[in-house]
């Protein structure tokens, strides 16, 4: 079964916009995380923020903040004001306790912000 | 500042042939993983290992070998390589899973690798 899902395979948002990127996650480990990455046409993979089961206000970083909502098994991803560097895949990806801190990445969404 | 490094960063082998793709992480992490890459899909972790000496299977480990010698170095091993296995492979590292952990996966630049 799927563990994490990413339905928008690619999103168009534009320059200075907030956009929302939606993520589903099924488990039923009750302590887990919930981490975002962001993937540049380069290639490599950068940590964009993280929100624990157990935290109690959505997690907030610079422009990203994640809108968790724990009884739907949704974290979703906002960005607020977006740039043209913002154009990446972004990736969720889940770390169950008991799953040495193995995480579990959805497929991605690939933004494109247009100017 | 050089965190998780990965050699090769490009490599195109034949069928059958052997490699090793190195990972090296100077953070002084307990946790160390090995993903690949696949058009369209996210990451799926081959194997990973939780301390120095010790390694398990994570979702694909068919084809794949690893070893962890040292703390700082996780090796990738394709004893045979076959064209499924054409991908883009990343190597990452944590602290621990400790319970509440927000400590992120720092993942490496990536091994390019064609298998023709």
């Known amino acids: 079964a799927q563990k994490i899902t990413q339905t928008q395979p690619g999103m168009f948002v534009q320059e200075k916009e907030a956009v929302t990127l939606d993520c589903t996650y099924d488990?039923?480990?009750?302590?887990?995380?919930l981490f975002w990455y962001k993937q540049p046409s380069s290639g490599e993979m950068i940590f964009l923020i993280y929100?624990?089961?157990?935290?109690?206000q959505n997690a907030t970083e610079g422009r990203y903040s994640l809108n968790f909502q724990k009884a739907r098994k949704s974290a979703n991803l906002v960005i607020s004001a977006s740039q043209l560097g913002d154009s990446a895949m972004y990736f969720c990806?889940?770390?169950?306790?008991?799953?040495?801190?193995?995480?579990?990445f959805g497929q991605g969404t690939t933004l494109q912000v247009k100017p | 500042n050089a965190g998780v490094t990965q050699t090769p960063k490009f490599r195109v082998l034949k069928t059958g042939q052997s490699m090793t793709l190195l990972c090296a992480q100077d953070?002084?992490?307990?946790?160390m993983y090995w993903y690949r890459q696949d058009p369209g899909m996210g990451l799926r972790l081959i194997h990973y290992?939780?301390?120095?000496?010790?390694?398990a299977k994570g979702e694909v480990p068919d084809g794949y070998n690893v070893s962890r010698l040292k703390k700082q170095n996780f090796l990738l091993g394709l004893e045979s390589a076959a064209p499924s296995q054409t991908s883009v492979y990343f190597c990452?590292?944590?602290?621990?899973?400790?319970?509440?952990?927000?400590?992120?996966?720092?993942f490496g630049d990536g091994t390019r690798l064609s298998i023709l």
């Open positions: 488990t039923s480990d009750p302590s887990y995380g």
């Open positions: 929100q624990g089961s157990y935290d109690q």
């Open positions: 990452a590292s944590s602290f621990d899973r400790g319970l509440g952990s927000n400590q992120p996966q720092h």
């Open positions: 990806a889940m770390r169950e306790y008991m799953r040495a801190g193995k995480l579990i």
């Open positions: 953070m002084n992490h307990e946790y």
């Open positions: 290992s939780v301390g120095e000496g010790t390694t």
